[in-house]
């Protein structure tokens, strides 16, 4: 294995307090009040935009000033309501020298993306980094993947593969043309990442660096 793709949300760093506490602080605006946190993990992993419609029924024009809502408290606060799952640098270290690339592909925009990973100490792992942007150019994980193998054509089939913990990471590395770990530690559950044939599952961070290693 030569590049192993990594999810950030969900699969390197566990989000919830952070997203959540920004989702609740865009609906708010709305005047739409959750009845508590675990009604908005559905949130995480997903694009926000089309999230807000399907959740919560706010339109189109809503849904966009709501991620709007939802930047102003995460760039300020929201994305260090975060923490490092347990295990996770230890990983990241042994891919590294046994000589893989490592590549975050996340939904979320890289300008945030990049301040996380400089926060928690783990940009010093990556090789490259590919998510969305702020006006939304790559708002599906294909997209993200798709623009990672622009900028990395020799990734195939045979030398990488996408690790994540919601079906949107299986489905986009599979319409990439690459294969997909599922994890379980993070927001998705077994039957999603089943349902859209991960190739493999991993339920902790240890089981995934003996799949991956």
């Not at 990594?6 to 609740?24: E, H, M, Y």
């Not at 994540?164 to 379980?184: N, Q, T």
């Amino acid at each position: 294995m030569r590049y192993v793709l990594f999810d950030l949300d969900g699969t390197l760093t566990d989000p919830g307090p952070g997203i959540t506490n920004c989702v609740a602080y865009a609906l708010e605006k709305f005047g739409v009040y959750p009845k508590g946190r675990e009604e908005l993990y559905p949130y995480i992993g997903p694009p926000l935009v089309p999230s807000f419609r399907e959740y919560h029924g706010l339109s189109a024009e809503q849904a966009e000033q709501a991620l709007l809502y939802y930047r102003e408290r995460f760039s300020a606060k929201g994305l260090y309501e975060n923490e490092v799952y347990a295990g996770i640098p230890e990983l990241l270290a042994a891919l590294r020298e046994r000589g893989d690339k490592l590549i975050v592909a996340t939904s979320k925009p890289e300008e945030f993306t990049n301040r996380i990973l400089a926060h928690f100490d783990l940009s010093k792992y990556f090789d490259f980094v590919g998510g969305n942007t702020l006006d939304e150019a790559r708002p599906t994980k294909a997209s993200v993947i798709t623009y990672i193998q622009e900028n990395y054509p020799d990734i195939t089939a045979d030398n990488a593969v996408m690790v994540g913990d919601r079906k949107y990471d299986i489905e986009g590395a599979h319409a990439c043309g690459l294969p997909a770990v599922g994890v379980l530690y993070g927001y998705g559950d077994r039957a999603e990442l089943e349902t859209v044939c991960a190739d493999k599952i991993a339920v902790t961070v240890s089981e995934l660096a003996s799949l991956l290693l």
